[in-house]
C-alpha cells in the first residue's frame, strides 16, 4: 500500500468533530450525549467505508456497470444527514455545537484541505487523473490557501457573517456537484469521456478511496452545517475573531 495522508487526514476531521462537541458541552452545560451518538455513527460509517474500499469494491467491474461516480457519494450524505432530519433534538444540538464554536476552528478545520496538495503531486507523477485534479483538485486548494486571506479578516474584525457564510458555501460548492459528475465522466462505461490513464478508478482506489468516500463529504457537510445556522440568524453584522456565532433559531 503506498503512503499516503488520507488516513490521518480523516482522523484529523473525526477528532475536530468530537472536540466541537465537547466544547459544546463545557461551554452550554447541556447533555450532549446526542452529538456523541452522532459522532459514534460517523466514526463506524467511515470505518466501513474505509474496509470497503481496502477489499476494492469500488472498483470492482460488478460496481463499474452500475454509474457509481454519480451516487457513490451520496451514500455518505445521506447517512449523516438523516440522523439530522430525523432528530429534532440533534438539530437543535448541533445549532448549540455551531454557536458554541469560534469561526477560526471553522476555518482552521478548512485548513486541512491543504492536503489537497497530495493530488497536485500525483497528478504530476501520472498517478491521479489529471482532468479531475485540473477541475475539481487544484479549485479546493485554492480554497484551502483561501483559509490563510478568511482567517486574517477574522482576526481584524473586518468579516461580516454574510461573508463568512458564502465562503463557507463556495467551499461546498467547489466539490458538488461537478466532482460526482466528472468522476463517472471518467470512469469505464458508456459514459466515459476521459479515459486517459490513469482514469477516475484512482479515485476510488484505496486509500484514496477514504477522501472520496469519507474525508471529502465531511468537509462538505461542515461548510453546509455553518451556512445553514449562518442562514437561519439572517444577520449581515460582522462578528469579533474572539465571539462565536449567535444564537440560531430555537427548535
Not at 477489499?55 to 451514500?75: C, D, H, M, R, T
Not at 507523477?125 to 486571506?149: C, H, K
Not at 458538488?176 to 459528475?181: Q, T, Y
Not at 468516500?213 to 469579533?240: D, Y
Request: aromatic fraction near 16%.
Amino acid at each position: 500500500m503506498k503512503l499516503s495522508l488520507t488516513p490521518f487526514l480523516l482522523l484529523a476531521e473525526l477528532a475536530f468533530l468530537l472536540f466541537v462537541f465537547r466544547n459544546a458541552n463545557r461551554k452550554n452545560g447541556f447533555p450532549y450525549w446526542r452529538l456523541l451518538v452522532f459522532w459514534l455513527w460517523i466514526v463506524i460509517y467511515a470505518g466501513m467505508a474505509t474496509y470497503l474500499g481496502y477489499k476494492g469494491v469500488y472498483v470492482s467491474e460488478a460496481l463499474l456497470n452500475y454509474f457509481p461516480g454519480f451516487w457513490l457519494q451520496l451514500i455518505t450524505v445521506t447517512s449523516c444527514v438523516a440522523p439530522v432530519l430525523l432528530s429534532p433534538g440533534l438539530r437543535h444540538d448541533l445549532r448549540s455545537a455551531v454557536d458554541a464554536t469560534m469561526w477560526e476552528h471553522w476555518i482552521y478545520f478548512n485548513m486541512l484541505r491543504l492536503a489537497a496538495v497530495g493530488t497536485l503531486v500525483g497528478a504530476s507523477r501520472n498517478s491521479f487523473p489529471i482532468y479531475f485534479e485540473l477541475l475539481v483538485g487544484i479549485p479546493d486548494l485554492l480554497f484551502a490557501l483561501s483559509t490563510f486571506w478568511i482567517l486574517k479578516r477574522t482576526k481584524a474584525d473586518r468579516l461580516s457573517s454574510r461573508q463568512f457564510y458564502y465562503w463557507n458555501l463556495i467551499g461546498a460548492f467547489v466539490i458538488v456537484p461537478a466532482a460526482p459528475i466528472l468522476l463517472q465522466l471518467g470512469l469505464p462505461g458508456p459514459l466515459q469521456v476521459f479515459n486517459a490513464q490513469p482514469d477516475a478508478r484512482a479515485v476510488f482506489a484505496f486509500p484514496m478511496s477514504i477522501a472520496a468516500m469519507i474525508g471529502v463529504p465531511l468537509f462538505v457537510l461542515v461548510n453546509l452545517l455553518v451556512a445553514w445556522h449562518l442562514f437561519e440568524q439572517r444577520t449581515k453584522q460582522p462578528t469579533r475573531n474572539s465571539h462565536t456565532l449567535k444564537a440560531g433559531t430555537s427548535m
